[in-house]
């Protein structure tokens, strides 16, 4: 079988890796790709621009539409692409979600006076796609209000923030659950819990990701017995109500707040870094559930995962999450052999050497016994690598292990 996987980042690496180890992987091709892919597969430089009709792009092309294709069309990317559809959605089919409601530049007065009334800390979500940066926490009313200004008129996140979804702030323990669908049945993957802030003890600017943990302890199987019965089964359920046919992966961000799932929102694909984990947790053929997503047959479909914890550190550029530089030549990759180095924002130079080409530019993954012993793994990797005003967190999973003791 040839395989596409489209994108760069750590995530599709991982996906990359998973897939090139199965016995039916004949050819695979990764779109544009990086510097680790490029050692797996094939680096093919195409630019994919539009990620919401990609799967509807092949169904309508003769030559293209028995292509196996795993990930949602324009209806299902909605979820993820507009904050105002999901809320909704949500509502429409019983997901227990944070209270909310959708302002635009019409109803600025409104919003005003809502956000003055609303007691704080209130969260203020661009209603589209803003590079993981449309999400504001006001800590006053005062802010919350020159933040929805900022927002609406002018235009902080473009078109993205042209509606802002204003909603309660949920107090609890984020984690983040993965089911992959085909349409019809579903498949739970392992949970993760990911930390988003660039410094340590969680604070600081948002990033993309700077560090995952797979599983997470406090995710009893009581709690994902909830998150089960009253997110995924409704969520599943409601697409086919819908007639939205969704085959692919949906991450569930979740808010545990005492022992109770909330949903703070939907991605359309995996997380990253939360895919280095949980993909380096499953043991089994990870081409033969992709193929069952594909062509429905999932409930078919058998995997298994590893006891073991999968911790992950992201190391970055200086200055990421804001203005960093590019081109600075990383080292000693090679040398890591207790943990799986991920590539993300990374390039080959012409004369073969690993440059830095990103804010997020590798993802080390260690794997133990405990969480003590992946982190240790994971840590001995990140010290063997180095670049020039390299960045990383040192405080990865010590939440956890504090919520272990």
Request: hydrophobic share 35%.
């Given at each position: 079988m040839n395989i596409l996987v489209l994108g760069s980042g750590g995530r599709e690496h991982a996906f990359a890796l998973k897939i090139s180890q199965s016995p039916r992987c004949k050819k695979l091709f990764v779109a544009p790709g990086n510097a680790g892919t490029a050692a797996i597969a094939e680096n093919v430089n195409i630019k994919v621009t539009?990620?919401?009709?990609?799967?509807?792009?092949?169904?309508?092309?003769?030559?293209?539409?028995?292509?196996?294709?795993?990930?949602?069309?324009?209806n299902g990317a909605q979820l993820e692409g507009s904050k105002d559809f999901s809320k909704d959605f949500m509502n429409r089919h019983g997901v227990p979600t944070a209270k909310s409601k959708t302002f635009t530049i019409d109803t600025l007065e409104e919003g005003l006076n809502y956000v003055s009334s609303h007691p704080t800390p209130i969260v203020l979500k661009a209603d589209g796609l803003a590079a993981g940066k449309g999400v504001i926490i006001s800590e006053t009313a005062e802010h919350a209000r020159e933040t929805l200004k900022e927002m609406l008129v002018d235009a902080k996140f473009g078109e993205a923030s042209s509606r802002v979804v204003v909603e309660q702030f949920l107090h609890g323990i984020e984690l983040s659950v993965f089911v992959l669908s085909d349409g019809s049945d579903y498949k739970i993957l392992p949970e993760a819990k990911?930390?988003?802030?660039?410094?340590?003890?969680?604070t600081g600017l948002n990033t993309?990701?700077?560090?995952?943990?797979?599983?997470?302890?406090?995710?009893?199987?009581?709690?994902?017995?909830?998150?089960?019965?009253?997110?995924?089964?409704?969520?599943?359920?409601?697409?086919?109500?819908?007639?939205i046919d969704y085959k692919g992966f949906l991450f569930i961000g979740l808010m545990n707040m005492e022992g109770e799932p909330f949903v703070i929102e939907y991605n359309v694909r995996m997380g990253d870094p939360e895919t280095q984990s949980v993909l380096s947790r499953i043991?089994?053929?990870?081409?033969?559930?992709?193929?069952?997503?594909?062509?429905g047959t999932l409930k078919e479909k058998t995997f298994s995962v590893s006891s073991q914890t999968a911790t992950t550190v992201?190391?970055?550029?200086?200055?990421?999450?804001?203005?960093?530089?590019?081109?600075?030549?990383?080292?000693?990759?090679?040398?890591?052999?207790?943990?799986?180095?991920f590539h993300a924002g990374t390039q080959l130079s012409p004369a073969?050497?690993?440059?830095?080409?990103g804010g997020r530019v590798l993802a080390v993954t260690g794997m133990g016994t405990s969480v003590e012993k992946a982190l240790e793994n994971a840590y001995n990797g990140v010290s063997k690598i180095a670049w020039q005003d390299q960045y990383h967190r040192r405080d990865i999973g010590q939440d956890i292990l504090n919520l272990l003791k």
């Open positions: 539009d990620f919401q009709t990609i799967g509807d792009y092949f169904e309508k092309d003769d030559q293209l539409k028995n292509v196996l294709l795993v990930g949602p069309g324009a990911d930390y988003k802030r660039i410094g340590e003890k969680d993309g990701g700077m560090g995952a943990i797979s599983p997470v302890p406090f995710a009893t199987k009581e709690f994902l017995a909830k998150v089960e019965e009253k997110v995924i089964k409704p969520t599943i359920n409601g697409l086919k109500q819908e007639g043991d089994s053929d990870l081409l033969e559930i992709l193929e069952g997503s594909a062509n992201v190391m970055v550029a200086g200055g990421y999450p804001e203005a960093y530089e590019k081109g600075k030549e990383i080292t000693g990759i090679e040398h890591v052999n207790e943990a799986t180095v073969g050497k690993v440059l830095t080409n």
